[in-house]
């Protein structure tokens, strides 16, 4: 069974740095695209960076410059390096992933910045 494993959430202070990460493992086999959405108290959720298998990043304009994604596809792994982090940038953090048809979802990690 495919599943994602989130970590690297926690509380920071405005401009300070954090980096997710995301382990999937089970019935994946080439992993097209991973990304990392996020979803604010009372707001949709939004896509803030994908990755597909040759590397091309697709970035939420409002992380543009601040925000990193990458992939280690070795280890079916994929990595969210945030930095200059704003009040704005607090939500729960999803990673996701598909394979074709197959599409799974991280069980999600807070992420919280104090002003």
């Known amino acids: 069974q495919a599943q994602l494993v989130e970590s690297g959430g926690g509380v920071v202070q405005a401009g300070g740095s954090l980096r997710l990460s995301c382990a999937a493992s089970?019935?994946?086999?080439?992993?097209?695209?991973m990304a990392w959405f996020r979803q604010a108290p009372g707001k949709e959720r939004e896509l803030v960076a994908s990755?597909?298998?040759?590397?091309?990043?697709n970035y939420l304009d409002s992380v543009k410059g601040r925000f990193t994604i990458s992939r280690e596809n070795a280890k079916n792994t994929v990595y969210l390096q945030m930095n200059s982090l704003k009040p704005e940038d607090t939500a729960v953090y999803y990673c996701?992933?598909?394979?074709?048809?197959?599409?799974?979802w991280g069980q999600g990690t807070l992420v919280s910045v104090s002003s």
């Open positions: 996701y992933c598909r394979e074709r048809a197959l599409e799974v």
């Open positions: 990755i597909n298998l040759g590397g091309s990043t």
């Open positions: 089970g019935s994946f086999f080439t992993i097209h695209v």
